[in-house]
């Protein structure tokens, strides 16, 4: 574990920085006092158990939510994010959890929505090429992009919905688990292109299940418990350091699931991959 | 494994390179996406023609007159009334809410065309403007206790229906009703203008060459990106086809007294409303509202504003309905925009198609929706009934109307298509 | 004065908004002559918007803010019946108003006659027609009734009924117009004419409204002449229609005589005598006044020169605006 | 890391072992929870009640007569009527349809009450069963249209309304209405039939300590699980304030007439909805197809046989309504169930909380919104006002008894608490 | 690759056979010609690109499609599954990728739908201690069960989604990427649960995009691809072998990035894990 002002890319500035953070839901304190700094060309990934209120975090930062307590400064001023185009203008772009696209409307639709070109007389030629061309970067397999959002496979929503924060030009970007329903071609273009706007020099906070890809990807690794700060790590943490501080607990399923099965393994004698 | 196939696919159109997506060229392949439709029951306003279709037989089989050229003028006068009002609730219903009380505030404005035009003699345009204004300033109202207080917009118009009501009254309280010069050209416009023969005859040929020549561009810029697109062929026909039926109802109209410019001015504003909520920004945000308020917001676009243009669009076409059925009657009285205006109304949109829950629904709708209305009643009034035939044979053959397309719905469903 | 009339409180209902007469003429009919007759007492007002359980609330309530007469112009006449046995019970008495409570007795009825009304009108346009010499045979007229669901539009429709019978002309085809709806009746009329064209000869509607309406049918589908319209209730908008020459009748009913008429047999209730009657009707004393029916001829002298409390029913400056000027001139209304 | 939290944690409650959820035990923690509710919002019922204390506080200065026991047992009597059918409309909101043809139907069973009863001389039970049964029939009806045709229930109550109408103008078409026989147990009921004061004290006591003891026993068992629990003084409280309550309510009643029993039995009729809705499984399968068709489907519930139990009984609560205000007015009349029950019955369930896109409701929204309702028509009833004021004043009280829930409601929503 | 007929567990009978599935959506053919096997004490893995059709045949085996063609033998017999409700009828178990849960209501409902204990005075009682017990075997992190499940995060309402499919006794279960929004410590519990029911003689249908977990628990791991049966592995089969029948080709982006990193590596000579 490393204290929180280590960062491996610091030679950038200051992108975002977090301050006492904190936020009920009624009787549910889904956030405490969370502190978190991310600057530009560096991808924070954001893990933690289920409900450990990562993505309440990124909800308040899309301007989702208004925290009950805390200071947002992005780029050096302090911001209120009171609504999501405020965040929208700011730079940050999003792609949440629950995907948030409109179901009633096409893809192409909902990767222009809001954005689109032309207001008065859209052009739907320019969008829907545009939309083929970002859904093919993400190798996506889209039969149609003509068919509501509603009849599209998992997968396929997640594509529109990280395709859609592509259109912006953002200095932070925020991915809520954004390869959770993803096929393993699509997830090695999404991890491709992290790497590659990162190299560009924006900011990216990541938050992911996943602690192959988040160590893959991720420049500093801040894991939150149950609405804490509950430490950040180095990529090249051990997958055991960072489950323990996820879990909370040394002597957790996963260990136990992988002694049990190094155990049976090495009782069968058959080794499995 | 599949690499043959995969090469095979790249030579296609960007959006035809999925091997799974039947493309459909030619005519055989239109007829076949067609047929693929009909089964799934993705057949758009189709089911409710059908429906129409069948009341229209019906009626003409137990009184020839019905479809007379005269009936049908009549028809299409009376529709343009209550039509213009639906319009403004598709709009509403468009975002998901509801506004009760289109029948109130075209009551109101009517009231306040024939006070302010024939008690205090204002120029007809400006009382028309004021009446239109004042409407637009009722959906504000809805539109800020919605944004601002969050009320449902279910209970905001029901008190605006009882409200301008009151108003309505209270205008009209020491005359009880107001008549509209007759002769004047907006009771002319209500009752008996029409389009001149060689007018109408040419708008309808303007609406195919137009429809051909947008569909004609957009294909042309489609197969220039890279784009499926339709041929030329099939375009030209659908242009062809769509000229000649148009034609042919103005021929027939024109046996009789024409086309109303006041049927004119309703389809008018379907056509501009439909390219709104099609082919604007703004239209796209409308759709997006009703479809998942809070995507919509997250994809920044501004919601009460878009619920806002919503409510005074309503109202203001309820206004403008209003308007004009003063118009059709040659009278503003305590009565118009009471009973059921309001039913008919969001009725005529929701036969039509659109949804009660937003989201999904087009202004064609509203026109479609009307003339079922509008049909039956008309039909009714030309056979000899008592009230209470009257009543049960409406209830009955609005059922049949919009049973053709409850099938194609539930057909799309259980496709899996909602 | 008697001590239990002075301070007394005294209710008026009123039926419906279907007509602007109740607050433009009978409740200041009635509020004049109580103030004259009984200077202090409280003259309560409801009107119940055809709306029967609401006129039920209306009743109750008043009987709560201690009304000891009540003059009711019942909604639904049968209706109205457990509101006198009621109203009875406690004490209070009740006085039918326009329309009668024919299966209970009420203390006392004042009104002018629906079905006279009806049969007045139809009877009058008959004779106009016979008059312009209008041969019966192929021809008719068409019936325009008032709402199917209000029982005064029954009343007249019977009238009509009585009118018409032997008079030669057929009814052609005939329509209850739902909540007495303009729009509704011009529908319905444009839809006879398309079927029976020139066969029309006359229209015999319920009220002003929907004789607005029928002419209105009639113009907009080019009906000229347009045949005789006829009307009921004296309408600003139904005298002006007379004026201009396109409709042929309505009826007057001077409904400040019936209300202050009503006044006066209150008052002598409040005061426990009995008030004196000319007939009686289902049971109830009653006082029972004639409409006048209003055409062309007899406009200026029944409308505008007639006099009630001092003030003519319409003025000629309120009839006689912009475009009725002339035809004002032409009745000799104004010069 | 947090592992002393943890094994602190486990010693609490099973469902207070989250470390973050706040357990509010003992009066300090209840006020505190009470507190945190109203700043987000989560009050239920009471912003409607406040609501009404505002509106009842201005006309009782208005006119003392308002809040007279005299008048509020009239009130009791009027919400009856109109309330037993807004419950109906409850069970059909919750599924996510609407009814529009309640009022109709209620009409046409009061018709047929009125029919069989009087003219035909069936006995009064007959015939009341007769009008319900039918009043289920035609629900059943728009059932089948729903589920076998996929029929939007806006459009098919809507021909229901019609065709319904049309029946009662038939059925009493020769007489026009027909007159309850004064006296007969069906009209005392409806018109002076009041508990005697012991039986009312009697049953507001017993109310109170049914609270208590259901709490109790469900607070006794979950203690004993290991979940948490109420502490029995709050409890106690609870159980003795409500009786309190309830028994200066019969109280100031019985200084007049006393509590009438047609009151009596739409509490009832809410009680025992409120129970089918909340703690049978046929209550939560309609909760689940309201709030989400397709899951409740997928979880096996047999989502035709849901819609058909809210529809029949829907149209069945309407039928009963009908029949109540039949006994009230004493009469059975062309005119029943026209005009504004439609309207006044919707209203009263979505005033009452009730959302009109499914999911969310109670039975007890039916009675809080038909008392708001009713308040505002009784209040406005006591001023002598003209119709003009009377609609706008109505219209404004509306909008102002409501827009206190609407306040709750938009915090609770800006608190992500949907 | 093995042929159709091979199985590890083949010890047991054939619970679930599939033969020439076919189903369209309007002009997408969503799956052409799909054959399944599936035996009693066997965990079957589904895996195949986004929009490869997978969801799609779960939910014909779920009731919630019918296929347009195609039959479906189920224990020895053919049936129809035109409802869900004759599925679970059958003892078919489903987590829906969607999850199908009903937002408005709490948890408890959720998990009880449809099965609640005591139909006509639900033992609210009973069905939370028992919610309790079924989240707790799941290292749920649930702050309380009487909230509407509109307010849990994705996580948590992936986990009261399997809860649910736990409460009856299937024959068959079907998880739709049942780990994909779940936490480290979870998907290790979800991945046990998994094997102690097949322990149990149960047939488990499960599709994930992780490679990894999909190897550890599947005895067997179909193939679908663009609607067909793109071949059966054995779960010792290479990463690099799925991952070509799944994307259909060998130079893929997952392949490419390996590669690229492979090279970064070496390059920056700074070893990554
Ligand atoms: N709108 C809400 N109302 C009430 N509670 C909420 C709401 N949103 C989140 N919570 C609670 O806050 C906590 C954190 O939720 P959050 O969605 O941030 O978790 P997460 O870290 O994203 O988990 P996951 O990995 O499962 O997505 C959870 O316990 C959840 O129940
Ligand atoms: N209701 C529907 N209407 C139209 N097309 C549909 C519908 N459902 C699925 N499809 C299409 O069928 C194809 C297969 O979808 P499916 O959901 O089965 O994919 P999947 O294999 O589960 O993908 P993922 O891994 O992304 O979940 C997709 O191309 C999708 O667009
Ligand atoms: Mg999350
Ligand atoms: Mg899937």
Redesign the interface.
């Known amino acids: 574990m490393t204290d929180l002002t280590s960062q491996s890319n610091s030679q950038n500035g200051l992108v975002l920085s977090l301050r006492g953070i904190s936020k009920n839901f009624g009787a549910v304190s889904a956030l405490t006092n969370i502190d978190l700094d991310v600057h530009a060309g560096e991808v924070v990934a954001l893990v933690g158990d289920n409900g450990a209120g990562k993505s309440t975090l990124v909800k308040i930062l899309a301007g989702v939510h208004l925290p009950d307590s805390g200071t947002i400064t992005f780029c050096r001023d302090i911001v209120a994010l009171d609504d999501p185009a405020a965040s929208l203008r700011l730079g940050i772009a999003t792609v949440f959890q629950d995907l948030a696209l409109c179901e009633n409307l096409d893809v192409v639709a909902n990767i222009f929505l809001g954005r689109e070109l032309d207001p008065w007389r859209l052009d739907e030629v320019a969008m829907e090429i545009r939309a083929w061309t970002l859904l093919n970067e993400l190798s996506a397999r889209i039969p149609s992009v003509r068919e509501p959002v509603a009849s599209l496979s998992g997968g396929q929503r997640q594509t529109v919905a990280i395709a859609r924060s592509l259109l912006l030009e953002p200095k932070l970007i925020l991915l809520d688990e954004p390869t959770a329903a993803l096929g393993v071609a699509q997830t090695a273009e999404v991890l491709d292109l992290i790497e590659r706007v990162r190299d560009r020099g924006l900011a990216v906070v990541m938050i992911s299940h996943n602690m192959e890809d988040v160590r893959a990807v991720a420049d500093r690794i801040v894991v939150l418990r149950l609405g804490r700060n509950n430490g950040i790590f180095h990529p090249d943490a051990s997958n055991q350091e960072l489950v323990s501080a996820i879990t909370g607990a040394s002597n957790n399923a996963v260990s136990r699931r992988a002694e049990r099965r190094q155990g049976s393994r090495e009782h069968s004698r058959e080794p499995r991959p | 494994m599949n690499g043959d196939k995969e090469r095979r696919a790249t030579s296609a159109p960007l959006d035809r390179a999925d091997e799974r997506i039947r493309s459909d060229t030619g005519l055989a392949g239109a007829t076949r996406a067609f047929l693929d439709r009909v089964r799934s029951g993705d057949l758009g306003a189709l089911p409710v023609v059908i429906g129409l279709v069948i009341i229209c037989t019906a009626f003409q089989s137990l009184n020839p007159v019905f479809l007379s050229s005269n009936n049908l003028v009549n028809l299409l006068f009376d529709c343009s009334t209550v039509g213009v009002i639906a319009l403004g609730i598709v709009c509403i219903l468009m975002v998901g809410e509801i506004d009760l009380s289109v029948g109130s505030v075209s009551g109101f404005a009517s009231a306040m065309v024939g006070v302010l035009w024939v008690n205090m003699e204002w120029p007809a345009w400006l009382a028309i403007f004021a009446a239109l204004v004042v409407g637009g300033a009722i959906g504000a109202l809805y539109a800020v206790l919605f944004n601002r207080f969050g009320m449902p917009s279910f209970v905001s118009t029901l008190a605006g229906l009882l409200a301008v009501l009151g108003l309505q009254l209270y205008l009209l309280g020491s005359t009880g009703s107001i008549n509209l010069p007759y002769g004047s050209p907006l009771v002319n416009f209500g009752q008996t203008l029409v389009m001149p023969p060689a007018v109408a005859y040419t708008l309808a040929a303007v609406t195919g060459a137009v429809v051909f020549a947008t569909a004609f561009r957009t294909a042309a810029r489609r197969k220039q990106a890279g784009l499926s697109a339709r041929s030329l062929g099939s375009l030209l026909l659908r242009g062809i086809v769509i000229t000649i039926i148009l034609e042919l109802v103005v021929y027939y109209l024109n046996q009789d007294r024409g086309v109303p410019w006041m049927f004119g001015l309703f389809v008018a504003l379907v056509v501009a409303m439909n390219y709104a909520l099609t082919r604007t920004k703004w239209g796209r945000s409308m759709n997006a509202v009703g479809g998942n308020r809070e995507a919509a917001r997250r994809a920044g676009i501004n919601v009460r504003r878009t619920y806002m243009t919503a409510f005074v669009l309503c109202a203001t076409f309820a206004a403008a309905g209003g308007i004009l059925s003063a118009a059709r009657l040659a009278s503003a009285s305590q009565q118009a925009g009471t009973g059921d205006v309001n039913l008919n109304a969001i009725a005529a949109a929701v036969i039509g198609g659109t949804s009660l829950f937003g989201g999904r629904g087009t202004a064609y709708s509203a026109l479609l929706g009307i003339i079922v209305i509008q049909s039956i009643a008309s039909g009714l009034t030309l056979l000899d009934l008592s009230s209470s035939l009257r009543y049960m044979i409406t209830g009955a053959v609005l059922a049949v109307a919009v049973i053709v397309d409850s099938l194609a719905r539930r057909s799309r469903m259980s496709h899996g298509r909602a | 004065q008697n001590a239990k009339v002075s301070g007394a409180t005294v209710a008026f209902l009123m039926p419906d908004?279907?007509?602007?007469r109740y607050?433009?003429h009978d409740r200041p009919g009635f509020v004049a002559e109580m103030s004259k007759l009984c200077p202090t007492c409280k003259?309560?007002?409801?009107?119940a918007?055809?709306?029967?359980?609401?006129q039920?609330?209306?009743f109750?309530?008043?009987i709560?803010?201690g009304a000891k007469v009540i003059v009711i112009d019942p909604?639904?006449?049968?209706?109205a019946?457990?509101l006198v046995?009621?109203a009875q019970g406690q004490g209070v008495k009740v006085i039918a108003y326009d329309r009668p409570i024919p299966?209970?007795a009420a203390d006392f009825y004042v009104s002018f006659d629906n079905k006279a009304i009806g049969k007045a009108i139809a009877k009058s346009l008959v004779d106009h027609l016979k008059a312009t010499k209008v041969p019966t045979d192929d021809v008719g007229v068409l019936e325009i009734n008032g709402s199917?669901?209000?029982?005064a539009a029954?009343l007249i429709r019977d009238g009509i009924h009585d009118g018409l019978a032997g008079s030669g002309y057929k009814t052609l085809?005939?329509?209850?117009t739902?909540?007495?709806?303009?729009?509704?009746a011009?529908?319905?009329a444009?839809?006879?004419i398309?079927?029976f064209g020139k066969k029309i000869v006359g229209v015999v509607a319920a009220n002003?409204?929907t004789g607005?309406?029928a002419?209105?049918a009639l113009?907009?589908?080019?009906v000229n002449p347009v045949p005789p319209v006829t009307g009921n209730d004296a309408?600003?908008?139904g005298l002006?229609?007379i004026i201009?020459g396109?409709q042929y009748n309505t009826i007057n009913k001077p409904s400040e005589i019936v209300a202050a008429a009503a006044a006066n047999v209150a008052v002598q209730l409040l005061a426990g005598e009995k008030p004196k009657s000319e007939t009686t009707l289902f049971n109830t004393p009653s006082q029972l006044f004639t409409p006048t029916l209003v055409t062309a001829d007899n406009l200026k002298a029944e409308i505008v020169d007639k006099r009630i409390n001092g003030k003519p029913i319409q003025s000629a400056e309120v009839l006689c605006?912009?475009?009725y000027a002339e035809g004002c001139k032409k009745l000799g209304i104004t010069k």
Chains 1, 5 share one sequence.
Do not use: C, F, H, M
């Open positions: 908004q279907a007509s602007t607050e433009e003259v309560l007002y409801q009107n918007d055809a709306n029967a359980s609401r039920q609330q209306q109750n309530s008043v709560s803010q909604v639904d006449s049968t209706a019946a457990s046995k009621q299966s209970t199917p669901t209000d029982a029954g085809a005939e329509y209850d739902p909540d007495w709806a303009p729009p509704k011009q529908q319905w444009s839809g006879q398309t079927r002003d409204g607005g309406a002419i209105a113009k907009a589908a080019g309408t600003i908008a002006q229609l201009a396109d605006g912009g475009r």
